[in-house]
């Protein structure tokens, strides 16, 4: 849980120097332009701004670089480590951490993913740990791949890691083969989970044993879902006490994480039937449920991308609507971060139902900052996929098959509604400027078989939407102005104003007509809203509307709004 937040300035003040604190301030703006300051000043040649998060549960801050500017820093010379801390790994329990495991993953990845299994199953079977001890090269390459480029962070002897890790490895593999061979690991068939978890509770090995136990049910089981499935049924019948609690869901938390690290893991637990996109938007889903499930009630367009979970997933997702798997919430969160900020496609068919999918993504982990991801690091994420969505091969995609010019600024305004990050807003600006300017945009309007009433409100409602959009101000005047001129050429060939006025209809309704014209809402605001308004003046300024404002006192508060918005009525 987030707590106090306050913001650090650093700055090096010469370019050998290394990086020194000057202040923290509550306001992230005095901040920022206490470090341009001193840039302008030349009191520093290079300056850091660091948000800092308090979390209440540990009691340590979490810090994120908002911005650096000024001379890059310059490359510090790696010094060789002595013998004594030359290896992160010393003992065979140092190959359980979560460090550990996510690296031996990597290594192993080909013939983990052969045999369909995680590290933690590895770390934990006989069988496994002598079949790939047997395989005898993946191994070896698997410690090549290791040693290669901590030999060059560090400066030691690649054969000299070699050697420390084979007798790492070596020592690990006897030590659960040992156990596997004397009966050690606990037989979940033969005895409950929640009399092993109280049994092991006080032992010094209890996490390994209990992994051990977990890992050979596993190993019964064929596919991810089945093994998923599984965990469930484990963490269904879990203790009510504590402690053993804790060492099965601790345990859970961890399989289960290693399993959505895997692709194929994904999809099965998920749905096989959903892409990229569908798969981010459910691990959004499982991480943060209650901001999920409140967007989804109160928007209907989050509640249609929000893929429906079931079987494995749904009972995931009762677990951690619950508060618990803390940890594997913050592992989803920061997966899906990781996928956007990548450059696969998330719907590759479907460029309109990418864009929903982000919006909706955008929308929850907004809501749920704090929580397992700061503000700053949602935003990045976002602001770097949008990138990818002004890209030209993305943008061809998303209105290459329309053929309505109309439609077209129609989809790209929804782009620059979407889009995040200045770069991709500018970009966004640009791709609309071009369709809005083009003569066949202009054609389309001035030739098209509507009436001129609704091509003047279809530009009013592209000119409203393209001015909310958060777009720098010359994109925005460029956007207006445009708008504006081809409404005004719509509205005088069609002589809309003129037709307005002489139409045999109430005066009120003609009146009415107009203000919404003059205000921006029946055409847009340029030289045909100010032929409008001028008609609309004419009206309210005429004797017969006093006769009939006379007769009718309701009708009075029924324009004033339409006034007020036209600029006729304080």
Known sequence: MAGPVHFEVFARKTPQAGWVLQTALESREQAIQLADDMLVDKRAVSVRVTKETLDVQTMEFRSVTIVTKGAPEPPRPKAARDDKSLMVCTAPPD?????????????????????????????????????????????QHALQKIAVPESQSTGQAVHEIIRHYQRLTDQAIERVVRTGR????????????????????????????????IAAAMGEVRGWRAKFELLMNLADTAPEEAEPAAL??????????????????????????????????????????????LLAQADKRVAAVLPPLDGP???????????????????????????????????????????????????VLTASAGKFLTLEEAQLAFAERSKAL???????????TVGNPL????????????????SAKRSAARWLIACVSALRFERSLREGEASPGSKLASLADLQSRAQACGLSPKDQAAIHETLGRIGDMVEAQGKVTAQIARAPVPLLQRLALLLRMACGQGC?????????????????????????????????????????AAGLAA
Not at 100 to 107: F, H, Q, S, T
Not at 325 to 331: C, F, G, P
């Open 95 to 139: 190959l359980y951490t979560v460090h550990a495991r996510e690296l031996i993953g990597r290594v192993l990845d080909g013939w983990l993913d052969r045999q369909g299994l995680i590290p933690f199953e590895l770390l934990h079977r006989a069988d496994l740990v002598e079949q790939l001890e047997a395989s005898g090269i993946e191994l």
């Open 407 to 422: 439609i077209e600024a129609d989809m790209l305004v929804r782009l620059c509604e979407n889009v995040t990050g200045n």
């Open 313 to 363: 997933a749904l009972r995931l997702g009762g677990h951690m609507a619950r508060g618990q798997y803390r940890l594997l919430a913050t592992s989803l969160s920061r997966r899906v971060l990781r996928e956007l900020m990548g450059p696969r496609r998330l719907r590759p068919g479907d460029p309109s139902g990418e864009i929903d999918v982000l919006r909706a993504m955008a929308m």
């Open 524 to 564: 847009p605001v340029g030289p045909a809203s100010n032929r409008a308004r001028a008609e609309a003046l004419r009206l309210l300024k005429g004797p017969e509307l006093r006769r009939v404002l006379a007769g009718d006192r309701e009708a009075v508060e029924t324009l004033k709004p339409l006034m007020q």
């Open 182 to 213: 004397n009966d050690g690991f606990p037989n979940l068939r033969a005895e409950p989970i929640a009399d092993i978890a109280r049994r092991l509770a006080n032992k010094s090995d209890r996490a390994f044993l209990m992994g051990g136990a």
């Open 248 to 293: 099965v869901h601790v345990t859970i938390e961890q399989i289960m994480a290693e399993i959505f690290n895997v692709r194929q893991g994904r999809a099965d637990v998920l749905g096989a039937t959903l892409d990229v996109g569908g798969q981010l938007a459910a691990m959004v889903r499982l991480a943060v449920p209650v901001e999920a499930d």
């Open 390 to 400: 002004v890209g030209a091969d993305f943008v061809e995609a998303y209105v290459g």
